[in-house]
């Protein structure tokens, strides 16, 4: 490992080939160190490191392509990008993982097609970090498989595939990203209202508001920590009977302080109501203490 290792530092063309062979080690360390040392050399060696890497590019084991893939991911040149887009054809997931990561940065936008049809990959990784990479190009070609992949059946994808579309799309992209905020899985509803909360900011607050009524008490939290953040005045004003009685006891008793710390003394008839109504003996000690607070204040 550490012989491999130093070849990438003081080794030349003549030593490429011990190097390759490296990656067909049983260690994992060993294979690293190569991997890491043939990218070094690959950049003072283009013409040569393809050479030394077409037999493992070519091998039967999926773990000793996926190597070789890694070594091209280090490397940069149109003949690199190439043979990493023929890599996404791959028969094996893992070998298609690795190609994938490896197009990401200024070959995604070359590559942009490609990419694109990984989002149809039978591999939900691929789709995920394909969606991903999406989102970090510059291409507004992009936007059209972004909005199929918030579609797809895996909610990972979905929740890469909306803050890529957020990225990418801009505020051009609202109105599709609002529709993932009644996803029935809270991981992707987090994505949509975090997305929202980002490129609307305070123009965000009656979307992010519409989420409190989500089954998913995670999204509900979110939700209000971004109000806190994003709410602004008027429209928690606004709403702010709705947000004091709504009917999960924990949303009220997070509600409680801030409507108090954001509308101050006009937040005080609306808890001194709720006070006299409150059942739940935790929400009545925070509104007591909220109000505390305005008085002292």
Do not use: Y
């Not at 008027?234 to 009220?252: D, F, G, M, Y």
């Amino acid at each position: 490992q550490m012989a491999a290792h130093a070849l990438g530092r003081l080794g030349g063309s003549d030593d490429l080939g011990q190097l390759a062979e490296c990656l067909r080690h049983d260690e994992a360390d060993v294979r690293d160190a190569a991997a890491q040392s043939l990218g070094m050399l690959g950049s003072r060696f283009p013409d040569e490191i393809l050479v030394v890497l077409e037999p493992l590019l070519g091998d039967a084991d999926p773990a000793r392509r996926s190597a070789a893939v890694s070594v091209l991911g280090r490397l940069d040149g149109a003949n690199i990008a190439g043979r990493l887009v023929m890599a996404l054809k791959d028969p094996e997931a893992v070998v298609r993982r690795v190609a994938l990561k490896s197009l990401a940065g200024d070959a995604a936008g070359e590559h942009l097609l490609a990419i694109q049809l990984a989002l149809t990959d039978e591999d939900l990784e691929v789709r995920r970090v394909a969606a991903e990479i999406l989102g970090t190009t510059d291409n507004p070609e992009a936007v059209h498989g972004l909005r199929l992949a918030i579609r797809d059946e895996d909610i990972w994808v979905r929740a890469a595939a909306v803050r890529s579309l957020g990225r990418l799309g801009g505020v051009a992209e609202v109105e599709t990203i609002a529709m993932l905020l009644a996803d029935p899985v809270g991981l992707v509803s987090i994505a949509a209202l975090e997305t929202l909360a980002d490129l609307l900011g305070e123009q965000a607050s009656s979307r992010i508001g519409a989420a409190l009524d989500h089954p998913d008490e995670e999204v509900v939290n979110v939700a209000l920590e971004l109000l806190s953040r994003h709410g602004s005045s008027s429209w928690l004003a606004a709403n702010a009977e709705t947000l004091i009685n709504h009917p999960a006891w924990n949303v009220r008793a997070r509600c409680i302080h801030l409507l108090a710390s954001l509308l101050g003394e006009q937040a005080r008839p609306l808890l001194e109501r709720r006070l006299a109504l409150e059942s739940d003996e935790l929400v009545r000690l925070q509104i007591s203490d909220a109000l505390q607070d305005l008085s002292g204040s």
